[in-house]
């Protein structure tokens, strides 16, 4: 087994621990509320967050909840994390083909030369 084929293995275990992912980015956006009194009236405003994602070619918008920012943010960088693995597994083999090409082409000269 090549070095490459060794690192695509070990990075296709990594794959296999994926957890909850969400394609999608986290966003704090500073609102205001609209009531009159509110401090935000006044220009100190409310932080808010929402998730930004593309969907049938458009950008949408959802609101994220306090209680859930964290687990939202944990499915963010699982996303990350999932789609840079799968970078590295392409490329790994991407080069197993090209090792693979060369090995046949010098294979070919060797007994095109006897």
């Known amino acids: 087994m090549s070095r490459f084929e ?4 070990a990075k296709l ?3 296999q621990q994926t957890g909850p992912l969400v394609a999608a980015s986290l966003c704090r956006r500073d609102v205001r509320c609209g009531r009159p009194g509110c401090r ?4 100190a405003k409310h932080p808010s967050w929402c998730l930004t994602f593309k969907h049938q070619g458009k ?6 909840p306090r209680d859930l920012i964290e687990e939202v943010r944990t499915w963010v960088k699982e996303y990350r994390r999932t789609k840079q693995l799968v970078a ?3 490329e790994q083999s991407v080069q197993i083909i090209r090792r693979y090409v060369s090995a046949q082409r010098a294979a ?3 007994n ?3």
């Open 59 to 64: 950008t949408r918008t959802v609101h994220v």
């Open 6 to 9: 060794t690192q695509r293995a």
């Open 88 to 90: 590295q597994i392409s």
């Open 108 to 110: 070919a000269r060797v």
């Open 40 to 43: 935000c009236a006044q220009g």
């Open 13 to 15: 275990r990594q794959l």
């Open 112 to 114: 095109a030369s006897r």
